[in-house]
């Protein structure tokens, strides 16, 4: 396991480091998430391995520490990461980023695009979206209060979200899932939807088949992203179609 600290006082940024060669690949788990458990049988697969490989747990999330006094906007995260990854000499690297993890790579590559060269997005958050109490995810919990949420309501969360991720949403600093649901429902502004579509680099966006044709994919198309449905998976598509994944994320990654 490796750290860097990312905060003026120490709070540290923690990731699983797999050695391979460069330029690294960077993996960002969703809200409620952690990258080692999601990612590790994707950096294993053979059609991925042998790049140096960057399991990183946001801050507030998995491994990393769970400071009481951080915002976790989407800048404030992805700044925070951008201090590890250059602790950690990763330049130019790869990011494979699920969910939350992808809306924050969004900003990431927009606001440090030195660290980045290629993004594949997996099922990210792109536009905001309106807190509706009772629902799982971040429109559930920005549905809340601060204190609402802090008095009790991580714990109401659990038959919600089910037990596979109640198993890494119970290891979330109460702030900081409650405030990265809340700026995650909120967005950025422009959206990362835009700032996806104006980066100057390799991007793709893989998302579920079922859910649809996606919204805003022709424009996204026409603005150089890659739109990729993926067929047989649900919203965590590295879990639920592993080969599926491995096969279109390494392609994401060789593909000009």
Known sequence: MRDAAVTGKGDRIRWVEVPGDEPARVYLHGLGASSPPYYAAAVAHPLL????????????????????????????HADALAVALRAAGVVGGEMVAHSMGGSVAIVLAARHPELVSRLVVVDGNLDPVTPVRGAAGSSGIAAMSEAEFLAGGQETLRDVVGEQWWATMRLAGPEALYRSAVHLARATRPTMRYLLRDLAIPRTFLYPSADGPLLGGPEMTWGGVRVVPVPDCGHNIMLDAPDTFARLTAAALTTS
């Open 49 to 76: 391995a042998g790049r140096r490989s960057l399991l990183v747990d946001l801050l507030g999330f998995g491994i990393s520490d769970r400071p009481r006094d951080f915002g976790y906007t989407l800048e404030e």
